[in-house]
């Protein structure tokens, strides 16, 4: 049973930085792309992120580009993300997804992790 | 690329049928039959119910199903019931390794 776990939301002021994890299980997870989505309050799904099975691509959308790194550890499972320089735009319940293997949807989701970036 | 167009809401009662659309362009909705549908019910993970347009992966009622047409794809869900009470996104490829998504609707089930 496909399982993704986030971790290391938080409430952080405008200027911080935070990690967030995800763990996988269930699955092999070094054989997919992983992907972050974040929901804003009371907007729509945004994919952030995704990483490629061995980390030999990375994507990062417009809004994120050069404050976020996504990583992943194939042998812990795990995939991260670091962002910094954040602001009060990048509040919102952040979740890793799984890539389906044909690449255009997201099989497996997490339950997310809130950021709140605010004074 | 833009986000596609969701209507904000719907509703409807126990055993009706409602349709939630998902407009988006020749860029994407249109040109690709890869348009995905996910269930998310609060403080819970997101579901995938509905992929390339029509195709339910394995253990997603038969109540739920997709379709395309031009630029809009729809989701529909029969046979209306408590559980199915939500959010529903819509996801579509719009080439070169781009995923839009939808705004999101919010059913409710009266």
């Known amino acids: 049973q496909v399982h993704l776990v986030e971790s290391g939301g938080n409430l952080v002021k405008p200027g911080g930085s935070l990690r967030l994890s995800c763990v996988a299980s269930?699955?092999?997870?070094?054989?997919?792309?992983m992907t972050w989505i974040r929901q804003a309050p009371g907007k729509g799904l945004e994919r952030i992120s995704y990483?490629?099975?061995?980390?030999?691509?990375?994507f990062y959308a417009d809004s994120v580009k050069g404050r976020f790194t996504t990583s992943r550890d194939n042998a812990q499972n795990s995939l991260y993300l670091q962002m910094n320089s954040l602001g009060a735009e990048d509040t919102a319940v952040y979740y890793c997804?799984?890539?389906?293997?044909?690449?255009?949807?997201?099989?497996?989701w997490g339950q997310g992790t809130l950021v709140t970036v605010s004074s | 690329q833009s986000a596609l167009t969701q209507p904000a809401s719907v509703s409807g009662s126990p055993g009706q049928s409602i349709t939630i659309s998902c407009n988006g362009t020749?860029?994407?909705?249109?040109?690709?039959?890869?348009v995905s549908w996910y269930q998310h019910h609060p403080d819970r993970a997101p579901k995938l119910i509905i992929y390339?347009?029509?195709k339910r992966p394995s253990g997603i009622s038969s109540r739920f199903s997709g379709s395309k047409s031009g630029n809009t794809a729809s989701l529909t869900i029969s046979g209306l019931q408590a559980e199915d009470e939500g959010d529903y996104h819509c996801?579509?490829?719009?080439?070169?390794?781009?995923?839009?998504f939808g705004g999101g609707t919010k059913l409710t089930v009266l």
């Open positions: 996801c579509s490829y719009a080439g070169n390794a781009v995923l839009l």
């Open positions: 020749s860029s994407d909705v249109g040109t690709y039959n890869l």
């Open positions: 997804a799984r890539h389906s293997s044909t690449y255009n949807y997201f099989d497996y």
């Open positions: 269930g699955f092999t997870f070094g054989d997919y792309y």
């Open positions: 990483i490629s099975d061995t980390s030999g691509t990375i």
């Open positions: 390339e347009v029509i």
